[in-house]
């Protein structure tokens, strides 16, 4: 049974950070490429920032060179670290590998 949890979502102000955890099991992890997507309400979920299961990344224009994806392949974990954050980027996370996802961690970026 495939199971993803994601963590490191909370409360931030504008220009703050936060760093989103997303742990696998049940999945060989290290042969599939990852991902993370968002949903903000009334909008439809669209992709965050991908990972291939060799390293390789690309990003959405809107957070390119604020948010960076990574992961480490012996603890079954990829990461979003996301800073210089703006209230736009308030919206439920999922990370997704596979076809499978996780429940979504809540962003909410407001003074």
Same mark, same amino acid.
């Given at each position: 049974?495939?199971?993803?949890?994601?963590?490191?979502?909370?409360?931030?102000?504008?220009?703050?950070?936060?760093?989103?955890?997303?742990?696998?099991?049940? &999945? @060989?992890?290290?042969?599939?490429?990852?991902?993370? $997507?968002? +949903?903000?309400?009334?909008?439809?979920? !669209?992709?965050? *920032?991908?990972?291939?299961?060799?390293?390789?990344?690309?990003?959405?224009?809107?957070?390119?060179?604020?948010?960076? &994806? @990574?992961?480490?392949?012996?603890?079954?974990?990829? $990461?979003? +670290?996301?800073?210089?954050?703006?209230? !736009?980027?308030? *919206?439920?996370?999922?990370?997704?590998?596979?076809?499978?996802?996780?429940?979504?961690?809540?962003?909410?970026?407001?003074?």
């Amino acid at each position: 049974q495939v199971q993803l949890v994601e963590s490191g979502g909370g409360l931030v102000q504008p220009g703050g950070s936060l760093r989103l955890s997303c742990t696998a099991s049940g &999945i @060989s992890f290290r042969l599939n490429d990852m991902g993370w $997507y968002r +949903q903000a309400p009334g909008k439809p979920r !669209e992709l965050v *920032a991908h990972i291939t299961h060799f390293g390789s990344t690309n990003y959405a224009d809107s957070v390119k060179g604020r948010f960076t &994806i @990574s992961r480490d392949n012996a603890e079954n974990t990829a $990461y979003l +670290q996301m800073n210089s954050l703006k209230p !736009e980027d308030t *919206a439920v996370y999922y990370c997704t590998i596979a076809d499978f996802w996780g429940q979504g961690t809540q962003v909410t970026v407001s003074s």
